[in-house]
């Protein structure tokens, strides 16, 4: 078994890893390699119930292990139900942790390891013990985001280093199998930072942070074929979306905007609506927002603020977007946060402070509130729960 159990935290301050001068840095012409023209299909997800071991929640936190101080790629921690982050072990040989996806009936975990030359990781959370099963190259610079398709048969990558989205199959033991395609997006500057299934499963949508785009892919048995380009104005940067029905809402790294976008699945179109800014009226200075969520019932969506080092809550109003709040994180540079499976907490990992904080949520309300549980873990990236 790959996994080191020991209790180990650190606590310390560094600068973004890659930041944002990477934005640019490429110049590199769009291009599609190996994907035929096709029409998608849907799977249904399986099944899953909470999976609580050592009378907690099982809890995976990624990190970024070449960064200084050195994170240590995926640490497995134990939520109890108070809230609180008690750490049980590390995940050996998997570098540069820096998002995750789950498998439809949640045995599998999958990891972006963001390096040059970047690779996935598949990990079997199918017991109390999780090992890695295997790691494979992810065809493309800098992987950070990762989906897997609601059949459970292929998993997405998004490269943010050249622009590319990739599509492996997924074995049935899950790991990950072969390389089925690749795509680049075109433009001067590509940088692909989210990949996604819409909620009918039939398209694969991409958001591109140099291109100022968002992409509409058809999707059949491992193949995509770009159907549309949704351009935004330059300089808006956009970053990560989520999908509430036939609404999604897209948050933007350099302009701090959230954009309304209609889906129509029929057409596989988005049309950009309402843009609404992720801070607060009165905040000053850079911004950088990282990640967007939304609450289960569909009334609350939440964005993470680096520099005001805030998270914002906004109410849901016939498909607007209504701002409510801004609640301090407790540390610095928000790059990721999550939900917990009862939504009672939401916990933010604040990269620079190499912290995970929680906030306490009213599930009535949505407000958020500070408390003082902190999980220490240097150069954190992404954290996710087993549930």
């Known amino acids: 078994m790959s996994t080191s159990w020991e209790n180990v935290v650190g606590d310390s301050s560094f600068s973004r890893r890659g930041f944002l001068s990477a934005v640019g840095a490429l110049s590199i012409a769009g291009a599609t390699v190996g ?9 249904a997800a399986a099944p899953h119930q909470l999976h609580r071991a050592r009378e907690g929640l099982m809890t995976f936190i990624g990190s970024y292990t070449s960064s200084q101080p050195a994170g240590r790629g995926v640490d497995i921690a134990m939520r109890d139900m108070s809230g609180a982050l008690a750490p049980s072990g590390t995940l050996d040989g998997i570098s540069d942790a820096s998002f995750f996806a789950w498998s439809p009936d949640h045995t599998s975990l999958y990891v972006t390891n963001e390096q040059q030359q970047g690779s996935i990781t598949a990990i079997d959370v199918s017991t109390h013990a999780p090992e890695v099963i295997n790691t494979a190259p992810s065809g493309g610079s800098s992987p950070t985001h990762l989906s ?41 500057e590509p940088h692909a930072h989210q990949v996604v299934v819409d909620p009918s499963g039939k398209w694969v949508v991409t958001v591109d942070l140099g291109s100022d785009s968002v992409f509409v892919h058809a999707f059949d048995a491992g193949k995509l074929t770009q159907h549309q380009q949704l351009r935004l104005p330059a300089g808006t940067g956009p970053r990560h979306l989520v999908f509430e029905g036939t609404t999604a809402y897209l948050l933007a790294e350099l302009n701090s905007t959230i954009t309304v976008l209609a889906w129509d699945p029929g057409a596989g179109a988005l049309t950009a609506g309402q843009v609404i800014s992720s801070r607060a009226p009165e905040a000053t200075g850079e911004n950088f927002p990282a990640e967007i969520a939304m609450s289960r019932d569909g009334q609350f969506v939440y964005a993470s603020n680096r520099g005001d080092d805030t998270i914002a809550t906004f109410g849901v109003e016939n498909g ?3 701002f409510r709040a801004v609640t301090p994180t407790g540390g610095n540079w928000p790059r990721h946060f999550a ?5 009672t907490s939401l916990f933010v990992a604040n990269q620079r402070a190499g912290t995970i904080t929680r906030l306490a949520r009213d599930t009535d309300t949505g407000a958020l509130a500070p408390t003082p549980d902190s999980y220490a873990c240097p150069s954190v990236a992404v954290i996710t729960f087993h549930g």
Do not use: M, W
């Open 320 to 322: 607007s977007l209504v």
């Open 35 to 43: 994907c035929a023209t096709a029409a998608g299909r849907q799977g």
């Open 148 to 188: 897997v398709h609601p059949s459970g048969e292929f998993l997405l990558t998004a490269h943010y280093g050249d622009g590319t989205v990739a599509v492996h199959r997924r074995n049935p033991d899950g790991s990950i199998g072969e390389h089925t395609c690749l795509v680049k997006h075109p433009g001067a």
């Open 339 to 343: 939900l917990d499976p009862e939504e």
